[in-house]
């Protein structure tokens, strides 16, 4: 028992030593994501569909998204966070292209919206779900545009060689444009994920069940996912225990008790 | 009050028990009757009371001086934390309403017992293993706690002595809390004697009532408390401690969030009883009877919304700080309600000095000077300054012992006669009210000024221009235990040979005024009826007892 506890206790030392360092760099950030919650992406901004159309950023962000940073001839990590994205979508439980939709950017200046097109066949033909034409758009756009907007949403990346180096990970974006999660990895938790979209679309009406939900759970911005509340749940369990009790007391006539 | 309530039964219920087979101190021990219970847990509290008592006079002995005079810092560390420990959460938060709620709320109901005696008889069992494992904290490896009774994070993961029993003994004690309240409000609401309507009820049951209410919403966030704190040290889970990711601040919160409503779980019942007290030795029908019923559940309610005033100087935001501020501000609303009222009570009164109404003037003076300065403290300017330093404690031993405590006395100065069938020497009662008096502001009033000029709270040592006030403060402490020595004597000697009480010697119209002293086992031979409001004097005359030297015609 000691052992196992002196164990775990190095385990979290080294942890604790190794995020350290993850922390330092993050000062001066070349690759990866700098969290920029609440930050609004430029809506004048100007992309390329995968039909050719030029199209505005704020024509396209018109719901909840669920926003990633990729790009479409990507050899290293991309291919299987789009692989991820598109497994979550497909159980995630919300109506696609109502409750929520899914947006990719490439980060590559130089990838066409051909290439954009095919992506999108491979990816939305994968989807067991019935899932709408619309609700998943894939972007290019010049390197000028793209800088600007990855660097709104904190998504810094270097090209080396002819690869590009970046980081994984989801962006959850209201439909006003405004940032309000990131969801890390590469893999993603289809929960997760419907919490994110309840979080943007937060301010208009969400179902009931939807409200239980982030009433129970609340976003823990240090370890980045959602917990269950546990103060909140005791306590509205245990008002109503009280509320049960005294209602009892009140409502239900007294027996008259009868004496010998 | 009542009409046709003549109960004849020749056995009290110190003869007559609930147990047919238990002889002796089983037939006390397993017993459900209401009474037995409360006089059991009167002579566990008194017991812990006293030990308090030499706890406290301990370390006003180390403080004679500056620097060390008779224990080392360590051991004053674990007499003060013992001492509040001790004296919170077995004497003052059980104390009224659990000897005189469990005595005296059947009989002023008109009711055979609690709604659950067995439940009661299970209370009182967790109260007193709550006591073994304090006491069992004492002696085992790592010595006893040292925390303060507060608890404090991190400090008290890191501590070697024994924090985890110490506080699973809190644990427990909350539990008999709770069923306490439990079988309080069910009794509330189901034995009330017929005609006794809610507005009917004596404001000693309003008081009871809204106090166990408090202890059933309020305790059960302490037991989750205490749980996460052996959880941390039991398998190093961060959850208070700032080394292993946890937040003190979170603890701070989650200990007043209880340990406040607590404050008024002990003073709660206490002004019930001044409320009884003094339309007895005033003779006159309480004034504002609604609104001193309505004012206990405001204080109950309030009470809930004001704990973070513990905790100005801990880091919150500015706004939650006026908050809070404000809402204490208004818990003075109800309190001065009561007190305004008890004294329109008493004018044009014909008041009659007894004992019990000394100690009741005792309290208003002493809990208006506690309640006074507590608006100091609520205040963000001025807590800033007397932030712990002995300003906080004399404020709360005025709150608490001169308010709950002084009542404890008073009810049982009150009631004792009710309780025993025996009565004590009055003159002597008299001349302890004014030692108390004495006694209590060359204590603590000292510890007002000591704060003010800086002295912090909780310190083994203290710097010379102290010296001459805790010299002071410590001579008082003498006078305090001599009171309560005095105290003591003479309810232990009335009780062992103390002439025969009257059935009612105060001339009181409560219920509990219209049965013998003591009273029989199932108090009542028929439940009475309810007829008169609660302090309509003007059944005196037809009562069966009445005071001697008034007259039945």
């Given at each position: 028992?000691?052992?196992k506890?002196?164990?775990?206790?190095?385990?979290?030392i080294?942890?604790?030593?190794?995020?350290?360092?993850?922390?330092?760099?993050?000062?001066?950030?070349?690759?990866?994501?700098?969290?920029?919650l609440?930050?609004?992406l430029?809506?004048?901004?100007?992309?390329?569909?995968?039909?050719?159309?030029k199209?505005?950023?704020?024509d396209?962000?018109?719901k909840?998204?669920l926003?990633?940073f990729?790009?479409?001839e990507?050899?290293?990590?991309?291919?299987?966070?789009?692989?991820?994205?598109a497994?979550?979508?497909d159980?995630?439980?919300l109506?696609?292209?109502?409750?929520?939709?899914?947006?990719?950017?490439?980060?590559?200046?130089?990838?066409?919206?051909?290439?954009?097109?095919?992506?999108?066949i491979d990816?939305?033909?994968?989807?067991?779900?019935?899932?709408?034409?619309?609700?998943?758009?894939?972007?290019t756009?010049?390197s000028?545009?793209?800088?600007?907007?990855?660097s709104?949403?904190?998504?810094?990346?270097?090209?080396?060689?002819?690869?590009?180096k970046?980081?994984?990970?989801?962006?959850?974006?209201s439909?006003?444009?405004?940032?309000?999660?990131?969801?890390?990895?590469?893999?993603?938790?289809?929960?997760?994920?419907?919490?994110?979209?309840?979080d943007?679309?937060?301010?208009?009406?969400?179902?009931?069940?939807?409200?239980?939900?982030?009433?129970?759970?609340?976003?823990?911005?240090?370890?980045?996912?959602?917990?269950l509340?546990?103060t909140?749940i005791?306590?509205?369990i245990?008002?109503?225990?009280?509320g049960?009790?005294?209602?009892?007391?009140?409502?239900?006539?007294?027996?008259?008790?009868?004496?010998? | 009050?009542?009409?046709?309530?003549?109960?004849?039964?020749?056995?009290?219920?110190?003869?007559?028990?609930?147990?047919?087979?238990?002889?002796?101190?089983?037939?006390?021990?397993?017993?459900?009757?209401?009474?037995?219970?409360?006089i059991?847990?009167?002579?566990?509290?008194?017991?812990?009371?006293?030990?308090?008592?030499?706890?406290?006079v301990l370390?006003?002995l180390?403080?004679?001086?500056?620097?060390?005079t008779i224990?080392?810092?360590?051991?004053?560390?674990?007499?003060?934390t013992?001492?509040?420990?001790?004296?919170?959460?077995?004497?003052?938060?059980?104390?009224?309403?659990?000897?005189?709620g469990?005595?005296?709320?059947p009989?002023?109901?008109?009711?055979?017992?609690?709604a659950?005696?067995?439940?009661?008889?299970?209370?009182?069992?967790?109260?007193?293993?709550?006591?073994?494992?304090?006491?069992?904290?004492?002696?085992?490896?790592?010595?006893?706690?040292?925390?303060?009774?507060?608890?404090?994070?991190?400090?008290?993961?890191r501590?070697?002595?024994?924090v985890?029993?110490a506080i699973?003994?809190?644990?427990v004690?909350?539990?008999?809390?709770?069923?306490?309240?439990?079988?309080?409000?069910?009794?509330v609401?189901?034995?009330?004697?017929?005609?006794?309507?809610?507005?009917?009820?004596?404001?000693?049951?309003?008081?009871t009532?809204?106090?166990?209410?408090i202890?059933?919403?309020?305790t059960?966030?302490?037991?989750?408390t205490?749980?996460?704190?052996?959880?941390?040290?039991?398998?190093?889970?961060?959850?208070?401690?700032?080394?292993?990711?946890?937040?003190?601040?979170?603890f701070?919160h989650?200990?007043?969030?209880?340990s406040?409503?607590?404050?008024?779980?002990?003073?709660?019942?206490?002004?019930?009883v001044?409320?009884?007290?003094i339309?007895?030795f005033?003779?006159?029908?309480?004034?504002?009877?609604?609104?001193?019923?309505?004012?206990?559940l405001?204080?109950?309610?309030?009470g809930?919304l004001?704990?973070a005033?513990?905790?100005?100087?801990?880091?919150m935001?500015?706004?939650?700080?006026?908050?809070?501020?404000?809402?204490?501000?208004?818990?003075?609303l109800?309190?001065?309600?009561?007190?305004?009222?008890?004294?329109?009570?008493?004018?044009?009164?014909?008041?009659?000095?007894q004992?019990?109404?000394?100690?009741?003037?005792?309290?208003?003076?002493?809990?208006?000077?506690?309640g006074?300065?507590?608006?100091?403290?609520g205040?963000?300017?001025t807590?800033?300054?007397?932030?712990?330093?002995?300003?906080?404690?004399?404020h709360?031993h005025?709150?608490m012992?001169?308010?709950?405590?002084?009542?404890?006395?008073?009810?049982?100065?009150?009631?004792?006669?009710?309780?025993s069938?025996k009565?004590?020497?009055?003159?002597?009662?008299?001349?302890?009210?004014?030692?108390?008096?004495?006694?209590?502001?060359t204590?603590?009033?000292p510890?007002?000024?000591?704060?003010?000029?800086?002295?912090?709270?909780?310190?083994?040592?203290?710097?010379p221009?102290?010296?001459?006030l805790?010299?002071?403060?410590?001579?008082?402490?003498?006078?305090?235990?001599?009171?309560v020595?005095?105290?003591?004597?003479?309810?232990?000697?009335?009780?062992?040979?103390g002439?025969?009480?009257?059935?009612?010697?105060?001339?009181g119209?409560?219920?509990e005024?219209?049965?013998?002293?003591?009273?029989?086992?199932?108090?009542?031979?028929?439940?009475?009826?309810?007829?008169?409001?609660?302090?309509?004097?003007?059944?005196?005359?037809?009562?069966?007892?009445?005071?001697?030297?008034?007259?039945?015609?």
């Open positions: 028992m000691q052992n506890i002196r164990q775990l206790l190095y385990i979290n080294f942890i604790m030593i190794f995020s350290f360092q993850i922390n330092a760099e993050e000062n001066h950030i070349e690759i990866g994501i700098d969290e920029k609440g930050a609004v430029n809506g004048n901004l100007i992309f390329t569909n995968s039909d050719g159309e199209v505005k950023l704020s396209v962000i018109t909840p998204t926003l990633a990729v790009y479409y990507c050899p290293g990590i991309c291919n299987s966070t789009l692989t991820e994205l497994w979550v979508v159980r995630v439980d109506v696609p292209g109502k409750d929520f939709q899914v947006l990719t950017i490439s980060i590559d200046h130089t990838e066409t919206s051909t290439i954009a097109s095919q992506s999108k990816f939305v033909s994968s989807l067991k779900r019935k899932f709408p034409n619309t609700a998943w758009t894939f972007l756009s010049d000028l545009t793209i800088s600007k907007v990855t709104q949403a904190g998504f810094y990346f270097q090209k080396v060689g002819d690869e590009y970046h980081s994984g990970g989801l962006i959850a974006v439909p006003e444009r405004k940032i309000s999660r990131y969801i890390f990895g590469s893999q993603f938790n289809q929960f997760d994920v419907k919490m994110a979209m309840l943007a679309k937060a301010g208009k009406t969400n179902p009931t069940v939807a409200k239980l939900l982030q009433f129970c759970f609340s976003y823990d911005p240090e370890a980045r996912n959602y917990t509340n546990i909140r005791v306590g509205v245990m008002l109503l225990g009280v049960i009790f005294f209602a009892y007391l009140t409502i239900l006539k007294r027996k008259r008790i009868i004496h010998k | 009050m009542a009409n046709g309530t003549i109960a004849i039964s020749e056995k009290s219920f110190f003869e007559e028990g609930t147990t047919k087979k238990a002889k002796g101190i089983l037939s006390w021990l397993l017993s459900t009757d209401h009474k037995r219970i409360g059991m847990y009167l002579f566990s509290i008194s017991i812990f009371f006293f030990t308090g008592v030499i706890l406290g370390m006003r180390e403080l004679i001086a500056p620097g060390r224990m080392d810092a360590q051991t004053y560390n674990t007499i003060f013992l001492h509040g420990v001790i004296m919170i959460f077995l004497f003052i938060i059980p104390g009224i309403p659990a000897v005189f469990n005595f005296f709320l009989l002023q109901l008109g009711a055979k017992d609690v659950f005696p067995r439940l009661n008889l299970l209370s009182f069992w967790i109260y007193l293993i709550g006591v073994i494992l304090v006491l069992i904290s004492l002696f085992v490896k790592g010595g006893p706690i040292d925390t303060g009774w507060t608890f404090y994070m991190p400090y008290s993961v501590t070697t002595t024994n985890s029993l699973f003994a809190a644990f004690l909350g539990f008999s809390s709770i069923l306490t309240g439990l079988n309080f409000v069910t009794t609401h189901r034995l009330r004697a017929p005609g006794m309507s809610f507005f009917k009820m004596p404001l000693f049951v309003w008081a009532y809204a106090t166990a209410w202890q059933i919403i309020a059960p966030v302490i037991g989750i205490i749980l996460l704190v052996m959880l941390e040290r039991y398998f190093g889970v961060g959850i208070f401690d700032p080394a292993l990711g946890g937040d003190p601040i979170l701070q989650m200990f007043w969030i209880y406040h409503p607590a404050v008024y779980i002990m003073i709660l019942p206490a002004m019930g001044v409320s009884e007290i339309p007895t005033a003779r006159r029908t309480i004034f504002g009877y609604r609104a001193i019923a309505m004012s206990s405001a204080i109950a309610f309030i809930y004001v704990w005033h513990h905790m100005f100087t801990s880091g935001s500015d706004t939650a700080a006026i908050v809070f501020s404000f809402l204490t501000f208004l818990v003075a109800p309190s001065a309600i009561k007190v305004f009222n008890w004294v329109g009570t008493l004018y044009k009164g014909s008041i009659d000095p004992p019990p109404f000394l100690w009741v003037m005792n309290f208003i003076f002493l809990f208006t000077i506690g006074l300065t507590g608006l100091v403290l205040t963000l300017v807590d800033i300054h007397v932030h712990d330093t002995y300003f906080v404690v004399a709360f005025y709150v012992f001169g308010g709950t405590g002084t009542i404890f006395f008073a009810a049982l100065y009150y009631w004792f006669p009710k309780m069938g009565m004590y020497n009055v003159k002597l009662a008299k001349i302890n009210a004014g030692l108390f008096f004495i006694a209590f502001n204590l603590y009033f510890k007002f000024i000591l704060g003010y000029m800086g002295m912090p709270r909780r310190y083994y040592d203290y710097l221009e102290f010296a001459d805790q010299l002071v403060s410590t001579i008082g402490s003498w006078l305090m235990l001599l009171t020595i005095l105290i003591i004597y003479n309810f232990v000697s009335a009780m062992l040979n002439p025969k009480a009257e059935a009612n010697p105060w001339g119209v409560t219920l005024w219209h049965i013998p002293s003591p009273p029989p086992l199932e108090n009542f031979d028929e439940i009475p009826t309810v007829t008169h409001e609660p302090y309509d004097f003007s059944q005196l005359k037809t009562m069966k007892y009445i005071p001697k030297g008034e007259s039945n015609d």
